[in-house]
């Protein structure tokens, strides 16, 4: 399965419009559960470089954002259906920061052990669950 920077784009395109657009009862399951993977297709560990490559053109789209929001979490949540569509079981993964500059928010995938778009201050960000309310 190939992904096209073209298609990568829309698909980010298409996550903006989903979350801004839409009320939270129908992001719900898109920002809150990891849905299992198509049939697993090889070792994780072994499609460490076609994670990676795909991250990369994800990044790549991001850059041109014209008039939407390519934000990390629009990024995470591209990268997790990407992924998850090639029976690589990815997960969404939030995390916050609080220091003198204020508050801040952050999302990336995590594969196994290996973390995508975490970003180089990996410290900054304090993971968190996010759970369904009961």
Known sequence: MHDSIVGLWCALAL???RLKLLPHRFN??????????????GNTADREDEILNLANLIQSAARHRFVFNMS?????????????ARGIQASLVYGVRKNASGFGAHAWVAVGDLTIFRGASEEVFKAFSVQEPP
Do not use: G, N, W, Y
Not at 34 to 41: F, R, T
Not at 76 to 82: E, G, P, T
């Open 28 to 41: 719900r399951k898109l920002l809150l559960e990891d849905p299992p993977a198509a049939a697993p297709q």
């Open 72 to 84: 990390c979490l629009r990024r995470a949540i591209v990268l997790r259906s990407r992924l998850q």
């Open 15 to 17: 996550t903006d419009l």
